[in-house]
């Protein structure tokens, strides 16, 4: 998972104006990526200018940083920790110079046919600094562009041999372009700065730059910006049949404020508890969550349900992400002092607790223990998802199917390894119904394990197979 | 504001156990000052050893400086940024050596007589290193130990002596000491470790440690802690006739987790949610909190009011204190950072808003504006306290007269400045039920403007005067 | 100007060696570059390691750093600030994975030819990542490689493209690899350690990892080092009639401690100043240096003078090159703080100065001021190079030929611009004797505006020319 | 060992210049110590101003800090690590108030009589919260402030309880005051500034900020600064018969730039050389030295002797104090990495090698194997010094007896310990006529082993005996 961003202001202005927006539009979408973040920006006439660097946001961009980026268009990317890939050359946004200028790339999303696509650029004599599928893009966005030399079409032909998830902000000499894939598997959305335009993974990026919200990008449409005061040109390239948005992206991925392809997804996220009261009713005293993810849905339970909602489990605020766990024996105490209990609110009563989703269960079981361990007399667990089951290959770190409770154990197992009184999973029907869209509108791979575009050795349907039929 | 702690551990241990026990005892208790915090520990037959600095407790102690910390017992400090005074040397726990052995003393609260007292030492021809009120309790406290070479003879006179409030944990000659002055007016409390003991200023400094809470110290008690496997020796030094707990822990200052003087503050916020839908209810679409200090109580005004509960404004969990604002242009979008409002949970709708207090006011007309700016219809603000109209003499860094809005303007003066429909805080009688103590058990200075000790220039009870009435 | 170091050590060892031994190479080489540092190591059958940064290399690389990077075979560079392009993107070694492997490049010197063979490149559709020549060799030496299949043959053809100084240390598939240009422009030289092979611009590092210094890389030379114990299979590629030592190394570049091309540099300074001495001769009290560039030739010029020499300017050791000057008006005081006088040894006496060379003339302007500012009566400026007149196209940040004062001036013009009273240069003949070559083997560019290889719009000497008749 | 400084400006000026200028006076003195350091400054009629930290001056002081740091007048200090009592308490300058004022000290020396004048101290209820006797002298001056009201006679009487060594920079209620003791064992100087006065520990620090030197302050002087435009008040408390100037600071402690007592400590450490060389000649085919502190004297030698002197150890000037030495085995290295040897400079060679002392003697012999190791023929050791005997109870942290090579072993032991051919140590009288004092005007006890002041259980002169019978 990552988190993109593109801006093209206005000039004159402050010249580092747009590398500020650009950071504080990743500070938005930091919950899209904490590994490491970048900034490119450029100006006419000019190089572009970049700052890379391994961490959080705030930590990677010091003021003086900022200043130096001087430029009134530009990309920015947040990327989230994945195994092995963690070394500055993989950061992004991913900058290379050609014979005819120089692109910069920042990508959210995964390549499903990224091993073959190198090996075919590779024995073309092809050299590569990192291993992302972020250099393949640029690589053959590149070659196409020196074939058609336009823009559009080279764009037209990318999407032709691409599979996969890819949402795109890109710098292309100097413009920035903004591309999401024909299934929309990632969002993407465009909003108007008073002074320019903004792209960005979610809306949150739009509303802290004060903008206005304007749509999301179609599915197969790519968006050229030509300066701040001019309508971005659009082509629309490919046209699905239907579209594969990512279903975890309401369930979990996107901040609860984000409105994607059309929803809020906190009202997402209330509707999924509403549901799940129905599905999975329980006598109880109290209806808590899982600090911060199951809050909206707890009160959607709660409404429906009738019993109170009450906060159970309260978190330190000012544990970060760079917490030193010294030592083993002081570990337990390490995850109290990031969540701790509110004892008597859970002191002989039955806790319902609402989560989005149960990984390998481990982080669930250790609430309930805590939640047993201060009274509680019973804990049903009530989980906003169906159980994960199939990992994802567009674009999200789920585990492999040996580390997923849900993919060797049946619920029963689940509940008797968490602990948990009863356990209730939404029912795929119920999500669905709760994101407000129809089934084939959604990648649902990860939970029924068929995918919409063919992944090796895994079920798929053919959505993207009658794309190759569209005419742009 | 400060927060407080002190273990005394079991030997053989780990050597630097009691390091850790006090630094993660403090990470509990960051949120009662975030400005410098200190640690020192002790070990039989050794001296103290000492570790502080300026800013957060994960930044000031590096694992090796906990390492360092050798011994198995010690006392820890955070310290509230509080203006003029924001320098090393002011740091705590201040160490002292004397001809007897050595002190170290850690405190919370405010001394009313500090001028006095520190006046009269400096009559004496003592010097001062520091500008804390801390520095003169520990002068006072040696001064009686070489008069009454006992250390509870010692704390009765210094008890008989200090005006103001102080809750305190010491180092005397390697033995830990909590002290609790004789209107409790901050608080303190115990708890049992599987290794020993701790003296925390909240329960949750105990629950993180995996510890028991045991009970509040009680006012003006003196709790020695000799050794792990010992009952720490008590001596109740003076009874007041009521006591003075600081109302304003219940409405802002403690964790919602904690449980202060045999109350949970958690409930302590809902059932001020509940009395205040009772006092000023109002037609509404949404209940809705300023987070995270209204949620408890705006809770609580949903379920007495029936009107749902739905989160409106974001907070962005990565933004932290050390966070950079540095052009004056960018500030509107550092605040948008920091809080975004979910717009269509407020479209067109009547929005009651619930907050602990006000104090200036601008940080409420800014939420007012930004839920109006997206679409609200009506915005009620509604504010779990009375009118906060005085300063606090007693260890909050309340703002003075002049700058608490309260203090000058009416109810609807301050209504029509922060901009909302309509404004109802709780009545103190509310407020006091919603406690559950009688007003005579609390000190409510801030609200009523009539302290519980004698302040030059404002009102005060009498309740401070009975004290020298009884007899130990 | 840059450093570059490469081991092939035996296994098994600490898996951390190599990367400590690169470390500890570059740490020696820090003089040929202060901006930025990497470190690359490889392992059979495991993927290369790669750690680099900007900055000097003790804060680069902390220990754990150096953990990480596991493998016993590895090279390592130190960079120079050069206007423009101090950016990550631009450190070295330079990775590349191509089709049937990878290579890390780390490379001194500069490519006469760099923007026609990038061009070419750019032409057959190849993009780049950096500004440097180093990936323009990278990929070059990928592109023979695709073709010859033959690491020897790949290089061979690589000799006959570039035009330029190259001295180059590179992991080809996780083999180190020594190449040194035709003409032999940057030093290189390799030492057998302990537990393997170590090759180095400088004998300095091989020194400091405790090595035998066998012998320099010959011009033209490629070495293959296939283990610890195996010798290194070699190869003379190309063979010139001369060679092209850069002169300057020997005036300032390299470590006094270094042997370059057979030759101690103390030992040439040594001879430098008695060589000026008799070139320049001047009735004075008392021979000075520039520290530290200047002692050895000093020292020598007081041998051959007879005149005693003695330290007049003490340097404090202790500022170092992130030294902060923050007011203008402090500025002074700061240069004062680096460099001061020791007055009485000047004071009323004819003062000798001697330095290597003068780039603006307004550092020596300085020292001559700050002489006569504590009372020397004479201060006569002895330069152990002639005027430096022309820019340096191989690898030297020279000033352009408007900063060189003695571009534009003539010697008696330098004079009164230094505030000298007299100012004396070492002849072009004096100091290839003291260097103990014949001119024809050495680079005198910067000297004498005459290239050892073609240089747009500058005069050359046809040395390169005869190298393409060379039979390998 | 310490350094200290304090200044005295006019107003107004910018409000940072005090802060700024001691900042450069104590980076002028970082040699005498780098453990910690601190600046205090005052301002009419505001209260002191504070900044201190651990480590080296740059590192300690951010140009914010010093920013922050307005005021006139101020004193700083520099602390050399001593064992045990590295803590952010020992740091100086020492602050304290007091009933009439406040007083900030900064001290360089040592109190032989610390532990009872604290005792009489503390018996009279005093408290103390650090380890150094400052704070002793501190107490101490306030007690006597309090009885005599004038700062004069106050000091007289501190001058007749305190024993041992004390050069005393102070702000007294934001005047400056110097005081040096009365055998004038550490130096004190005092130097003019375009703006104002200064005092500084060594004449480098009044070089290096602009000033012209004055002259010392005399033993048993106090001079009492009264702003920038009025001559400093002196007063000569106490007259001793004779002095006790430190000889180890002529020999090793001392800048060679600095003017001590009236003589360029460059000067003396050229005539030891020289003396050395009548003393204890050699036949040899080069003289050299271990470089920084060696070198004046190597100089003298070789012009004495008419052997010529070479540099033969080249140190590495970017390793600083900082530098890691992670692993046991790769120790060797790092002390390569440090120093190298000219190898051809020392082959089949006759070396002498000159240092100012011996205290371990471990260094020197890897100075000697590592000479011998590129091929020395002979390496004879000349010591400007005689042995060290003796510890230090006056200010220098030597070692202990046992540590002491000299202490334990007779000459040839050393020699042999060190694996020199020869071993010359200069006399006591060749050393006392390098300095160009007579032997009772200097404290020689390291060498001697007798004191000039009373230390238990160890010889002394009568010197301070006489000091009780001066009138003031």
Known sequence: MCGIVGVSLREPLEPHRAAYSLYYGLYALQHRGQESAGIVVSRDGEGSRISKGMGMVPHIFAPDDLKRLQGNVGIGHVRYSTTGSSRIENCQPFIIDYKDGSLAVAHNGNLVNYAQLRAGLEGEGRVFTSTTDTEVIAHLLVKELLIHKDLVEAVRELMRILVGAYSLTLLVNGRLVAIRDPLGIRPLCIGRLENGWVAASESVAIDTLGGRFLRDVKPGEI????????????????????????????????????????????????????????????????????????????????????????????????????????????RDIAVKLKLNVLGPQVKDKRVIVVDDSIVRGTTVRRIVDSLKARGAREVHMRIGSPPITSPCYLGVDMKSKGELIASQHSVEEVRRFIHADSLGYLSLGGLVRAVGMTEKHLCTGCLTGVYPVEVPGEKWTARQMKLSHFTP
Chains 1, 2, 3, 4 share one sequence.
């Not at 082509?235 to 984000?258: G, K, M, N, Q, S």
């Not at 911060?292 to 109170?308: C, E, H, N, Q, W």
Request: hydrophobic share 40%; proline share 6%.
């Open 223 to 330: 968006l050229m910006f030509n300066g701040a005061d001019e309508e971005p040109r659009s082509a629309r390239l490919y046209r699905a049949a239907t579209t594969a948005h990512c279903i975890f992206e309401y369930i979990y991925l996107a901040r609860p404020d984000a409105i994607l392809d059309g929803r809020l997804v906190y009202d997402t996220r209330v509707r999924i508890g509403e549901l799940l009261a129905e599905e999975h009713p329980a006598e109880a005293d109290v209806v808590t969550s899982v600090p911060d993810s199951g809050v909206a849905s707890a009160i959607g339970y709660s409404d429906r349900s009738g019993i109170p909602y009450r906060e159970t489990l309260m978190k330190n605020r000012y544990v970060g992400r760079t917490f030193i766990m010294p030592e083993a024996e002081m």
